[in-house]
């Protein structure tokens, strides 16, 4: 992903919200001469992270875990990987604009954290584990407690493997139409809201917090 400045995310809560609200990452490690490893897993920002840290990378810590299988396969711990997180994302049609002439595109908001990630003893991957549900489970009525399951729970912990990425580097690109003229701008958004085949309510509503009504 190009570090182009039009199209940086922004500061880095924009970052630390976007992981906050989209949990489902891509880890990609290098394998030698092999292909890439590739894992999908959720993650959070690290509770004990300080958000007010003077580095950016400090501030975007985050927790993971993935399967025992998998981290032996990329090594975890051992070699840099890169963590993706992607934000909401669609295609734009260019009978939106009305304007031009244009063709297709697709905005999208991602963060990809590099680093080295820390691996985590029995117990941190099971605070993971807890952390982890308490995150996705909170927005719920009713949340589910992973300690209702607890002995099964930890039975089956040993097999996954938690980590900590504490980033050195951290881009964070929107691309969202900002290179357009305002009044293209409101009619992508009003069309994400409303088009029959396209409508993308998630990515109309990150173009507006980008782009507020003047």
Same mark, same amino acid.
């Given at each position: ?26 880890l990609v490690s290098g394998n030698g001469d092999a292909a890439p490893m590739v894992s999908h897993l959720p993650v959070l920002l690290d509770p004990d992270a300080d958000p007010d840290a003077d580095d950016a990378a400090g501030q975007a810590t985050v927790l993971g875990h993935l ?75 009713? !949340?589910?407690?992973? %300690?209702? *399951?607890? =002995?099964?729970? #930890? &039975?089956?912990?040993? /097999? +996954? ?20 003229? !305002?009044?293209?701008? %409101?009619? *992508?958004? =009003?069309?994400? #809201? &409303?088009?029959?085949? /396209? +409508? ?15």
């Amino acid at each position: 992903m190009l570090e182009q400045a039009e199209y940086a995310l922004g500061p880095v809560d924009a970052a630390r919200e976007l992981i906050r609200a989209n949990g489902w990452a891509l880890l990609v490690s290098g394998n030698g001469d092999a292909a890439p490893m590739v894992s999908h897993l959720p993650v959070l920002l690290d509770p004990d992270a300080d958000p007010d840290a003077d580095d950016a990378a400090g501030q975007a810590t985050v927790l993971g875990h993935l399967p025992a299988r998998d981290a032996e396969a990329h090594r975890l711990g051992e070699r840099p990987v890169v963590l993706v997180a992607q934000g909401p994302h669609g295609y734009v049609s260019p009978s939106w604009y009305r304007a031009g002439p244009y063709v297709p595109t697709w905005n999208y908001t991602a963060v990809h954290l590099h680093g080295t990630p820390e691996l985590l003893d029995a117990a941190g991957t099971y605070r993971v584990l807890e952390l982890t549900t308490e995150h996705f489970e909170g927005a719920r009525p009713t !949340p589910w407690p992973l %300690e209702s *399951v607890d =002995a099964y729970a #930890r &039975a089956i912990a040993p /097999h +996954a493997v938690g980590f900590r990425l504490r980033p050195t580097r951290v881009v964070a690109k929107g691309k969202l139409s900002q290179d357009k003229p !305002p009044e293209v701008i %409101e009619r *992508v958004i =009003a069309a994400l #809201r &409303a088009d029959p085949t /396209h +409508a993308n309510p998630p990515l109309a509503e990150t173009m507006r917090e980008r782009f507020p009504l003047r």
